[in-house]
């Protein structure tokens, strides 16, 4: 029997790196990253962000404006370094000043990065920062009046939905595939070699092939719900199952690297347990939904809080959480300093913490 592997849909110009972890094959070309740059003044506002509460649109006849809104945004990311002949994937433009979002595993080790946008032009790129942890990166060229795609609310995507996946792999200016959303706060451990990583994938059944890793997924409204990082697959290329991080995360982390160079990572201090239908049963819980606390760190926020072993987490500032990814995805929408609110269920009762205050992740005494 083929074993199933989880490929970034990145494609490889030249020498390339091939590592087994655990019963999946995984692609890659590099595996440390740079140095951080310093970070810099830059203007504040990076992104467009236009959360929708609109419902998602049904289905369409087709996707023409939705492809014709974002393609001209969406750029060819080649990364190269003097061991490797290069690695090629794609990016999203997210602001007019040459802001751009790709994946970590396409530019990791590098050390030259080149931009081809959609009209063919070429620019020189810089590193802002990474973070292994969500497999994304922050590039930057000089340019200005760029089309840029705008940010979607990604915790409003919903399974069925329709959506788009735009690349720009191997300098084929563009590439369009549409689909729905299969299934949300996915786990497929693809970067479980990094601690505290966080992996709550979008999965859709959109077609994404080597060379759209840092692509963007975007909702038949063309705003930005995910960045393309994965693919499940046998054979090594698309068989029906893809991945994309949360635009909700992905906006987070950008802005970290934009303002500080390097992310800065909030906890709540503890260990977590999914809950199933077994769970439920011995906790007296009327829903399978939520996640147990297992165990609580010392002189951490859950501690703080008054959380204990045996609260069952419902809510993270009334968003459910109902798996051990959505918990983190949550959490790590916020820094160091921010507060939550926490609603649980504690003996049979519904209890809620507010201003539950985060600590940074260096914190944490394992």
Same mark, same amino acid.
């Given at each position: 029997?083929?074993? /199933?592997?989880?490929?970034?849909g990145?494609?490889i110009?030249?020498?390339?790196?091939?590592?087994?972890?655990?019963s999946?094959?995984l692609?890659?070309?590099? #595996?440390t990253?740079?140095?951080?740059?310093?970070?810099?003044?830059l203007p504040?506002?990076?992104?467009?962000?236009?959360?929708?509460?609109?419902?998602p649109?049904?289905?369409?006849?087709?996707?023409?404006?939705?492809?014709?809104k974002?393609?001209?945004?969406?750029v060819?990311?080649g990364? +190269?370094?003097?061991?490797f002949?290069?690695?090629?994937?794609?990016?999203?433009?997210v602001s007019?000043n040459?802001?751009?979002i790709?994946n970590?595993?396409?530019?990791?080790?590098?050390t030259?990065?080149?931009?081809t946008l959609?009209n063919k032009?070429?620019?020189?790129?810089?590193?802002?920062?990474?973070?292994?942890?969500?497999? /994304?990166?922050?590039?930057?060229?000089?340019?200005?009046?760029?089309?840029?795609?705008?940010?979607?609310n990604?915790?409003?995507?919903q399974?069925?939905?329709?959506?788009?996946?735009?690349?720009?792999?191997?300098?084929?200016?563009?590439?369009?595939?549409?689909?729905i959303?299969?299934?949300?706060?996915r786990?497929?451990?693809?970067?479980?070699?990094?601690?505290y990583?966080v992996?709550s994938f979008?999965?859709?059944?959109?077609?994404? %092939?080597?060379?759209? +890793?840092g692509?963007?997924?975007?909702?038949?409204?063309?705003e930005?719900?995910?960045? %393309?990082?994965?693919?499940?697959?046998?054979?090594g290329?698309y068989?029906?199952?893809s991945f994309?991080?949360?635009?909700?995360l992905?906006?987070?982390?950008?802005?970290?690297?934009?303002d500080?160079?390097?992310?800065?990572?909030?906890?709540?201090?503890?260990?977590?347990?999914d809950?199933? #239908?077994?769970?439920?049963?011995?906790?007296?819980?009327?829903d399978?939904?939520?996640v147990?606390?297992?165990?609580?760190?010392?002189?951490?926020?859950?501690?703080a809080?008054?959380?204990r072993?045996?609260?069952?987490?419902?809510?993270?500032?009334?968003?459910?959480?109902?798996?051990?990814?959505?918990?983190q995805?949550?959490?790590?929408?916020?820094?160091?300093?921010d507060?939550?609110?926490?609603?649980?269920?504690?003996d049979g009762?519904?209890?809620?913490k507010?201003?539950?205050r985060l600590?940074?992740?260096?914190?944490?005494?394992?």
């Amino acid at each position: 029997m083929k074993r /199933l592997g989880i490929i970034f849909g990145m494609s490889i110009l030249g020498t390339a790196v091939l590592s087994t972890v655990l019963s999946f094959i995984l692609f890659q070309h590099f #595996s440390t990253q740079q140095g951080t740059p310093q970070a810099e003044v830059l203007p504040s506002q990076l992104v467009n962000y236009k959360p929708t509460n609109a419902k998602p649109i049904t289905f369409p006849g087709d996707f023409v404006s939705t492809a014709n809104k974002v393609t001209p945004a969406i750029v060819n990311v080649g990364a +190269s370094s003097g061991a490797f002949s290069g690695s090629n994937g794609s990016g999203v433009i997210v602001s007019p000043n040459g802001y751009i979002i790709t994946n970590y595993h396409v530019i990791s080790n590098a050390t030259r990065y080149n931009i081809t946008l959609n009209n063919k032009k070429e620019y020189p790129a810089r590193l802002i920062g990474t973070d292994p942890t969500t497999d /994304l990166a922050l590039l930057k060229i000089n340019a200005t009046n760029l089309p840029t795609v705008a940010f979607g609310n990604s915790d409003e995507v919903q399974v069925g939905e329709w959506v788009v996946a735009v690349g720009n792999p191997f300098n084929l200016a563009s590439t369009v595939t549409a689909g729905i959303v299969s299934a949300k706060a996915r786990n497929i451990n693809i970067l479980g070699e990094q601690e505290y990583s966080v992996e709550s994938f979008i999965q859709t059944d959109a077609v994404v %092939n080597p060379g759209n +890793s840092g692509g963007a997924l975007v909702n038949a409204n063309g705003e930005l719900v995910g960045i %393309n990082s994965a693919i499940l697959t046998e054979t090594g290329s698309y068989e029906g199952y893809s991945f994309a991080i949360p635009a909700n995360l992905v906006k987070k982390v950008i802005e970290d690297l934009r303002d500080y160079g390097e992310i800065k990572r909030a906890v709540l201090g503890v260990r977590i347990l999914d809950i199933d #239908s077994d769970r439920a049963r011995l906790l007296g819980l009327d829903d399978v939904s939520g996640v147990e606390i297992k165990a609580i760190f010392p002189n951490t926020s859950a501690s703080a809080a008054g959380l204990r072993e045996g609260d069952v987490i419902l809510k993270v500032n009334n968003q459910s959480v109902d798996s051990t990814p959505e918990l983190q995805e949550q959490v790590a929408r916020y820094r160091p300093g921010d507060t939550i609110s926490i609603d649980f269920i504690r003996d049979g009762k519904r209890l809620r913490k507010e201003r539950v205050r985060l600590q940074e992740l260096a914190s944490v005494d394992d």
